[in-house]
T-cell receptor, first 115, second 114 residues
């Protein structure tokens, strides 16, 4: 149980394009989903927290107009990187938390490379 | 504010020897503590957590962790390490707010040699 998927697992795009990453909880309802960014050999940096049906709450320094988050259902959240630039290249990881648990379950991550 | 510290960037251990990965925490109130493991280019896998109850918590893959309130520590342990345990380990503490955000440690790279 408690499986979270991400799609795509990797993506390469040209500078200026937008990229959408999907995060799905496969076997539980995720009231809250989190989006992280991770640089090589570093810890996870929380970008935003989203609750189903509500606007996402962004961490300080994260541009909400650049990283659009939608949490339209209890099993799906999406992160759209708009007008991507090479500095947006990173490993993006989502996690999901169910209704009555404190544990976050993580997706496998998405490697974004912007050329 | 909640925080965790992992004082070691890397831990080296020979296969078959005991493995310990250190974590100390700072919280206001009761701590909710977690350990995760990350293999290269993968997401984090949940190992175990402490919310309340016994100070010794048993988790996945033979790992356990000991909650020590007086030392504000939550060290991860495995009696006999395997080469396949080589990975990046993260300690985390849950924020006390309703969102359930985590504060992660910097991570500790574990290298198990044959």
């Amino acid at each position: 149980g408690a499986v979270v998927s991400q799609h795509p697992s990797w993506v390469i795009c040209k500078s200026g394009t937008s990229v959408k990453i999907e995060c799905r909880s496969l076997d539980f309802q995720a009231t809250t989903m989190f989006w992280y960014r991770q640089f090589p050999k570093q810890s996870l940096m929380l970008m935003a927290t989203s609750n189903e049906g509500s606007k996402a709450t962004y961490e300080q320094g994260v541009e909400k107009d650049k990283f659009l988050i939608n949490h339209a259902s209890l099993t799906l959240s999406t992160l759209t990187v708009t007008s991507a630039h090479p500095e947006d290249s990173s490993f993006y990881i989502c996690s999901a938390r169910g209704i009555s648990t404190d544990t976050q379950y993580f997706g496998p991550g998405t490697r974004l490379t912007v050329l | 504010a909640q925080s965790v510290a992992q004082p070691e960037d890397q831990v080296n251990v020979a296969e078959g020897n005991p493995l310990t990965v250190k974590c100390t925490y700072s919280v206001s109130g009761n701590p909710y503590l977690f350990w995760y493991v990350q293999y290269p280019n993968r997401g984090l896998q949940f190992l175990l957590k402490y919310i309340t109850g016994d100070n010794l918590v048993k988790g996945s893959y033979g790992f356990e962790a000991e909650f020590n309130k007086s030392q504000t520590s939550f060290h991860l342990k495995k009696p006999s390490a395997l080469v396949s345990d080589s990975a990046l380990y993260f300690c985390a503490v849950r924020d006390q707010d309703s969102w359930g955000k985590f504060q992660f440690g910097a991570g500790t790279q574990v290298v198990v040699t044959p």
